[in-house]
């Protein structure tokens, strides 16, 4: 059980191409967004659509993968775990941001 205390599935569509960063360390690094929808009806009974967007970051091989045949517009299946970490601007604020770390990747459609 204890894998699924921070496990997340996704499956959307690229919002930009990735960007790949190449570390002094020698590690690669991607990230991109992607998009999740989700249908319902109102209570007018017309049909909404309600957009997600999802920020991922993979290391390594699957950044490599990522690099290589993933682009805008492609549909994908995401696994990994959440992760919030934080920074200070320019201007000392501190700032948050969610992500999912990204440790499997499945390329879906054509």
């Not at 920020?55 to 682009?71: P, S």
């Not at 492609?74 to 770390?101: C, F, H, P, Q």
Request: charged fraction near 30%; charge should be positive.
């Amino acid at each position: 059980m204890s894998t699924l205390r921070n496990k997340v599935q996704l499956i959307g569509h690229l919002g930009n191409d990735p960007e790949i960063i190449n570390l002094e360390s020698g590690k690669i690094l991607a990230k991109f967004s992607i998009a999740t929808n989700e249908s319902y009806k109102n209570a007018k009974g017309e049909k909404v659509t309600d957009t997600q967007w999802h920020n991922i970051v993979a290391w390594g091989k699957t950044a490599e993968i990522i690099e290589k045949f993933v682009t805008k517009g492609k549909e994908v299946a995401i696994e990994g775990k959440l992760t919030t970490r934080s920074w200070e601007d320019k201007d000392g604020i501190k700032r948050y941001t969610t992500e999912v770390v990204c440790n499997e990747l499945l390329m879906l459609g054509k």
